[in-house]
């Protein structure tokens, strides 16, 4: 069954807490707009209903379920907790998660105005996240894949979007990330999908991750590569410094694949202006801040 079998609704969210978890049934219930493979509700003030979207999002929140609460006490920004699970039943077919909410202001919607202070902060965060992962840990796939293995997704978002003027740039930038040594490291754990909608800010700074469900254990890269897409200009330096973990193959490669995470939000961006689904208006504006922080033009 996919997303388009079913509308989910605040009354279909609040019938199946009524079957299942009666005691959160009486909490205010509001839509989050965003979300691509879930769709979120806040619950309360304190928590969050993710409704599985597309065939692959019961599978993502697994995910969420059975790791979280191994990574998130050694985290030091706040991320979800899954406190409820919703069972697949005649009303909604696909698992769903309660989780608790995490505050702030999605990127895409805000701005960092504390740029040495977010540096820091997202770089003592991805220290304490980019420790060596356990056998059973998930696999990457679309992301965590070396640069050389990203050719095809990079060149159709190239095509799509990439400007002009800087064609040549990014095409530089990113055939050095293929041509950087790869990661010789264990697999260490990595978020996989740092991009402004997936961290929220306040005061001016990140205070909050979200959306865990591409979680997996490879190439850090694919995590720094958020030096470029989230921080403020000229804060990428000052991440790397308190980071300290990224040898220079390493860091080639997470600024190609910042080029390719710029464009995909540029993309999407277009596709959001021009009423294409799955379109987000407010990623392009931001993916193309990203490309011209990657390829050091601010």
Avoid at 156 to 185: K, L
Avoid at 254 to 272: I, P, Q, V, Y
């Amino acid at each position: 069954m996919t997303d388009s079998t079913i509308e989910i609704t605040a009354d279909l969210v609040r019938d199946l807490l009524r079957e299942q978890h009666p005691d959160l049934a009486g909490l205010t219930i509001r839509e989050v707009t965003g979300g691509w493979d879930n769709g979120q509700w806040r619950l309360g003030d304190e928590l969050a209903v993710r409704m599985p979207r597309t065939d692959r999002a019961p599978d993502l929140q697994r995910k969420e379920r059975r790791w979280l609460p191994v990574l998130a006490p050694r985290l030091p920004l706040p991320v979800p907790h899954p406190v409820r699970t919703g069972e697949p039943s005649a009303r909604f077919p696909k698992p769903w998660t309660v989780m608790t909410w995490v505050p702030g202001e999605p990127l895409d919607l805000a701005a960092i105005s504390r740029a040495d202070h977010a540096a820091e902060t997202l770089a003592r965060f991805l220290r304490a996240l980019h420790r060596e992962a356990p056998a059973d840990a998930p696999a990457g796939s679309d992301r965590g894949a070396p640069p050389r293995d990203c050719s095809d997704g990079f060149d159709h978002f190239f095509r799509a979007v990439a400007p002009d003027d800087d064609a040549g740039a990014v095409r530089a930038v990113w055939d050095d990330a293929v041509a950087a040594p790869g990661w010789e490291g264990p697999p260490l754990w990595a978020h996989g999908d740092l991009h402004p909608a997936n961290v929220v800010v306040t005061d001016g700074t990140l205070s909050g991750v979200i959306d865990f469900g591409d979680l997996f254990a490879g190439d850090p890269a694919w995590d720094l590569a958020a030096a470029w897409v989230l921080l403020p200009a000229g804060a990428a330096p000052r991440f790397f410094d308190v980071y300290a973990r990224g040898d220079e193959a390493t860091i080639r490669r997470a600024r190609g694949l910042a080029t390719l995470k710029a464009l995909f939000l540029m993309l999407m961006g277009r596709n959001g202006e021009q009423g294409l689904p799955g379109g987000k208006p407010a990623w392009g504006p931001v993916g193309r801040a990203a490309l011209d922080r990657a390829l050091d033009r601010v």
